[in-house]
């Protein structure tokens, strides 16, 4: 059974960085896809980061293009979404989720996942 635990959320000032862990328990990852997702109060649920855990492929919303990074490290079966220039905007709860294979179109679906987390809050202060 997949298990997804995440971590490293909190509060922190307009600009700052946070580094949220996400690890991965239950199989081999080798076939699938991991993403990152985020849902502020009263909003819907909305795609941050994937990454294919094969070869490294990532994407992103335009919203965080240039300010996170998504990667994993095979070894320690986490994956990882680093947050730098963080906005108030960015405040929301951030969940990891997994799902088998690929999909351009569907990779950025939260529909399509069906392994998630517990989620970490982030707080963004102006």
């Known amino acids: 059974q997949v298990q997804l635990v995440e971590s490293g959320g909190g509060l922190v000032q307009a600009g700052g960085s946070l580094r949220l862990s996400c690890a991965a328990s239950?199989?081999?990852?080798?076939?699938?896809?991991m993403g990152w997702f985020r849902q502020a109060p009263a909003k819907e649920r909305e795609f941050v980061a994937a990454?294919?855990?094969?070869?490294?492929?990532?994407y992103y919303a335009d919203s965080v293009k240039g300010r996170f990074t998504i990667s994993r490290d095979n070894a320690k079966n986490t994956l990882y979404l680093q947050m730098n220039s963080l906005k108030p905007e960015d405040t929301a709860d951030y969940y990891c989720?997994?799902?088998?294979?690929?999909?351009?179109?569907?990779?950025?679906?939260?529909?399509?996942?069906?392994?998630w987390g517990q989620g970490t809050q982030v707080t963004v202060s102006s």
């Open positions: 239950g199989r081999a990852f080798s076939g699938y896809t």
């Open positions: 989720a997994a799902r088998v294979g690929f999909g351009l179109i569907t990779v950025t679906m939260a529909r399509s996942y069906n392994h």
């Open positions: 990454i294919k855990w094969s070869d490294g492929g990532t």
